[in-house]
């Protein structure tokens, strides 16, 4: 008889970002004009799950706050071990006492992503204490694991909230299945610690799916993010979208990996149209 191992939480702490600027505010975008990258960390507001991922003017602007931690080996911990559905809790600041929960985590030094209610998003500060009760990490359900489907980034009591279940394959609801060559940042990066960006526009979005919303699944072909993230042909790897577009090259909307096996192991359920992935009222936040 196999046992089942529990998996391990840990409480971590990450302090509320305040954007920061070089000795000039522009980068440049794909035709190469300047741009300010407004939104880009922080606390990002007017910016919600189940908005378009084009929606705004801004650059990788997330449905939260953005975490970090100023000690480096601390800061890789936060954004290795929180995990999408982990609750937080805010420690200090006006908002003290108030819980949401993980969305999701992004690149650059490592940041974690999380979601308020609007009241609470208005009154947290940079600077604010925000404990996370990290599960999910390094956690490999046997079902999946007989599958060869490695599960990470993700609590997994919010797979099925989600949608997800396991019969003969994964059964996995997406808005859409994209070609690995949209991948643009994040290649060669450990998936546990980051996000990938994907490569796409408003335009080049429609060969695909009509929208692409903050908090939608989707299936990335040919994309293996077990170690460090790379193409592997006959592998599928599905993620959360956790931030919007970017006119930054090799930038765009960020997918989180969460589940990635191969080919086989999936069946994949595709709606372009109507597919409802991650939302404010599943995570339990407040409006």
Same mark, same amino acid.
């Given at each position: ?26 980068? @440049?975008?794909?035709?190469?004009? =300047?741009?300010?990258?407004?939104? &880009? *960390?922080?606390? /990002? ?11 705004? &003017? ?8 953005? #975490? ?14 929180? *995990? ?22 992004? %690149? ?15 009154? #947290?500060?940079? %600077? ?7 599960? %999910? ?13 490695? #599960?990470?980034?993700? &609590? ?26 949209? /991948?643009?940042?994040? @290649? ?8 990938? &960006?994907?490569? @796409? ?27 460090? @993230? ?10 959360? /979208? ?10 765009? =909307? ?5 589940? *990635? ?21 599943? #995570?339990?936040?407040?409006?």
């Amino acid at each position: 008889m196999t046992s089942v191992l529990t998996p391990v939480g840990v409480n971590l702490l990450g302090y509320v970002e305040t954007p920061e600027m070089g000795d000039h505010p522009y980068l @440049i975008d794909s035709d190469g004009a =300047p741009y300010v990258p407004v939104g &880009d *960390c922080g606390v /990002v507001l007017g910016v919600r799950l189940g908005d378009s991922v084009f929606a705004h &003017d801004a650059d990788h602007a997330a449905p939260g706050v953005t #975490l970090a931690h100023p000690d480096e080996a601390a800061r890789h911990g936060l954004t290795t071990f929180a *995990c999408l559905g982990n609750e937080v809790v805010v420690r200090d600041g006006a908002m003290a006492g108030a819980t949401g929960r993980v969305i999701g985590k992004r %690149g650059e030094a490592g940041r974690v992503i999380v979601g308020f209610g609007d009241d609470v998003l208005a009154g #947290l500060a940079p %600077g604010d204490a925000i404990m996370v009760r990290a599960i %999910g990490q390094g956690a490999q359900p046997p079902d999946l694991d007989a599958m060869g489907v490695r #599960l990470l980034n993700t &609590d997994a009591a919010i797979l099925h909230p989600l949608g997800v279940r396991v019969a003969d394959r994964v059964v996995l609801p997406v808005r859409a299945c994209l070609p690995s060559r949209v /991948v643009g940042n994040g @290649i060669g990066r450990p998936a546990d610690m980051w996000d990938v &960006d994907l490569t @796409i526009t408003a335009d080049t979005l429609s060969s695909w799916a009509p929208v692409l919303l903050l908090g939608d699944l989707v299936a990335v072909e040919d994309l293996d993010v077990r170690h460090n @993230i790379g193409f592997r042909r006959g592998w599928v790897t599905v993620g959360v /979208v956790v931030h919007g577009g970017s006119p930054l090259p090799g930038h765009g =909307p960020g997918l989180m990996p969460m589940l *990635c096996g191969p080919r086989e192991a999936f069946d994949l359920q595709v709606d372009a149209q109507h597919h409802s992935g991650l939302s404010s009222d599943l #995570l339990g936040l407040n409006p």
